[in-house]
């Protein structure tokens, strides 16, 4: 595999019409770096070759991207026994997950303070549909809180501030100015979209866990996260 800029190129082969033109299987690191790889088409060279993105290929792809390129790394490489002991012995309660994901997805969207209306608005349209950035896809546990909070809450004009209130180390809630302001730390863009890339396969993982762990052990099939994944 070689590593470039927008991502890692997997796998290479000559063109099936004969040997003139060598093609590159490529996993960009997310939506955002396959559309940038394409805006960047002119400009790529590895190797002292230029390469050619073919538009219309990415954009197919992006329609159907199969993400077990995107999170193979995490499947293999997550620790499990660690992250079902958080669950199990609730050093983490659904609620910190909530807000981590709140606080990690302001980072992606590279959002500092924004009206409490519009990551109301954002946290909906995200619990229950496909996001156009699936890096943006919200875990099963995170997404049934969400309805639930509605649900719970629906005649509040804020339903998640109460939850929000509970990490004042993450969030500088303003009722009178109906504002939220995400503090520090602030990591980058790029950090924040491995992170959720983490907290989809943990909440995933323990969504998974709460529902069917019925004994003393837990087979991991990664079948059915990538099954989830590709169908997400």
């Known amino acids: 595999m070689l590593n470039f800029r927008f991502g890692t190129i997997q796998s290479f082969c000559w063109d099936e019409k004969g040997q003139e033109t060598l093609t590159a299987r490529i996993a960009f690191q997310s939506v955002i770096s396959a559309k940038d790889a394409v805006a ?3 400009v790529i060279i ?6 050619h993105i ?3 290929k990415v954009e197919r792809a992006l329609n159907n991207m199969d993400l077990q390129s995107l999170f193979s790394d995490f499947l293999s490489t997550e620790n499990w026994k660690y992250t079902a002991a958080q669950y199990l012995f609730r050093n983490l309660t659904m609620e910190d997950y909530f807000n981590e994901f709140v606080h990690t997805l302001a980072c992606a969207r590279g959002v500092r ?3 409490l209306a519009n ?11 496909r996001p156009d950035d699936l890096d943006e896809l919200m875990p099963p546990t995170i ?3 969400v309805s639930n909070m509605i649900k719970d ?10 939850t929000l209130t509970e990490a004042p180390h993450l969030f500088k809630i303003d009722r009178r ?3 939220i302001t995400y503090l520090e730390p602030i990591v980058s863009k790029d950090e924040a979209v491995l992170r959720l890339r983490e907290i989809l396969i943990d909440g995933l993982f323990i969504y998974f866990f709460a529902k069917f762990c019925h004994g003393q052990t837990f087979p991991i099939k990664y079948y059915y996260y990538q099954v989830l994944n590709n169908n997400a």
């Open 40 to 42: 960047f088409n002119s």
């Open 113 to 115: 303070v924004e009206n």
């Open 54 to 56: 073919e538009h219309a």
């Open 143 to 145: 997404s049934g809180m």
């Open 177 to 179: 100015n109906k504002k």
């Open 46 to 51: 590895i190797g002292g070759n230029m390469v």
């Open 153 to 162: 809450n629906g005649k509040r004009k804020h339903p998640f501030c109460s």
């Open 119 to 129: 990551l109301e608005k954002k946290l909906i349209a995200l619990s229950d549909t």
